[in-house]
């Protein structure tokens, strides 16, 4: 049924590869991130063979969704108070930055007569999560002082909020720091997490400071350019998820409304190039599900004119194609979109 999302496994399959060969050279293992896809069974079940060192999410639900994989699972977001019991029980790690959080852990890990594992997050200029580097002396203090948990390395997360460049300037600092802790309270680091995306490229560049051994990866091995700069990967597929929606009405018909233009449906005021008459197709699928601005066609010869809430609307005027009602128009898609997409129930998912 449209509208549909279709994963290309093998191509999603061997950008995972792809990736992880390239880490494992710079000795960095590599979790995929599985968020963007709401960790979709199918998808996330074909992951397992791809050399990865586990699966990571920022959502309790999704890593509730893998507990009979047998693979290590990483809970990405600060953990919630209210979700601490599903933590212990579903991820066997979790990224942190709140004392308070880290007691309920332990607290929780004791009862249940397990050991949780916490990599503790620093925040290194980007200002989303994060123990300030002066403050991280008196945060691990007090955290080896807590039963249950133990600390198994420390990341940062870069440029999601902040938009801050990986670099070696702060990458090297996260090194710096967590050896130094490592070494003053002879902690067993398993991890120095370098970031996701947007870290890759100072791998490729040779400049992932030495002691980085582990990398997030969500949007790279999926849509195949890096986030730092936006730049493609050659080696990857960028085709590996494609959306298809499907054309419910086709009319020629003026490109500019005709009548006193107020707001549009968004509160937005809209403006229109006028292109005298032309012909343009709706499908059937639209804000609840995409953002327009984030699709592009495969057909290189349409253009999206917008959409509301449920319609997306498309000036296939130049195209080649005859299209009529009925016919599928295929998009790539950027990350918003792609979330989107993956996360709206009107949406099917169909992995090929
Ligand atoms: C989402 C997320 C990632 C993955 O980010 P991509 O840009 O998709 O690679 C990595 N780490 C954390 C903490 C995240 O929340």
């Keep these: ?85 599903d933590v212990i029980e579903y991820a ?21 007569g397990k050991k949780h594992n916490i990599i503790i997050m620093l925040d290194m200029g980007d200002l989303r999560e994060g123990v300030w580097p002066d403050d991280v002396d008196d945060f691990i203090n007090k955290v080896l002082k807590i039963e249950g948990v133990e600390i198994k390395g420390f990341g940062t997360n870069l440029t999601c909020y902040g938009g801050v460049i990986p670099d070696e300037n702060n990458l090297g600092r996260l090194v710096k720091i967590a050896k130094e802790m490592a070494e003053k309270y002879k902690l067993d680091l398993e991890y120095i997490s370098g970031g996701n995306s947007s870290s890759y490229y100072l791998l490729e560049d040779g400049k992932l400071p030495v002691g980085i051994n582990n990398l997030r990866l969500g949007e790279i091995a999926i849509l195949g350019r890096e986030t730092a700069f936006g730049k493609r990967i050659d080696m990857l ?35 229109y190039e006028d292109r005298g008459i032309i012909k343009r197709a709706i499908i059937a699928i639209g804000r609840q599900d995409i953002n327009p601005d984030g699709l592009i066609p495969l057909d290189p010869n349409i253009d999206i004119l917008g959409a509301s809430s449920d319609h997306t609307i498309l000036d296939v005027t130049k195209s080649e194609r005859d299209y009529k009602v009925g016919d599928v128009i ?23």
């Excluded at 997409?341 to 169909?350: F, G, I, L, Q, R």
């Design 92 to 112: 066997d790690y979790s990224l942190n930055s709140e004392i308070e959080t880290i007691y309920a852990l332990g607290e929780r890990a004791r009862k249940k």
């Design 237 to 271: 597929h960028d085709d590996a998820f494609i959306l298809r929606a499907q054309i419910v009405e086709i009319k020629n018909k003026p490109s500019v409304p005709i009548g006193n233009i107020g707001m549009d449906a968004f509160g937005n005021k809209p403006y």
């Design 1 to 85: 049924m449209y509208p549909e999302v279709v994963i290309k496994i093998d191509k999603y399959k061997s950008n995972i590869k792809s990736l992880v060969e390239r880490c494992s050279g710079a000795n960095v293992k590599v979790w995929i991130v599985t968020k963007s896809f709401c960790a979709h069974p199918h998808i996330v079940s074909n992951l397992i063979d791809c050399g990865i060192d586990g699966l990571a999410d920022s959502r309790i639900q999704n890593l509730k969704k893998m507990k009979d994989l047998n693979i290590k699972k990483i809970l990405l977001r600060i953990p919630m108070l209210n979700e601490v019991d």
């Design 330 to 352: 295929e998009f790539k898609m950027d990350y918003g979109s792609l979330l989107k997409a993956m996360t709206s129930e009107y949406v099917d998912k169909v992995v090929v």
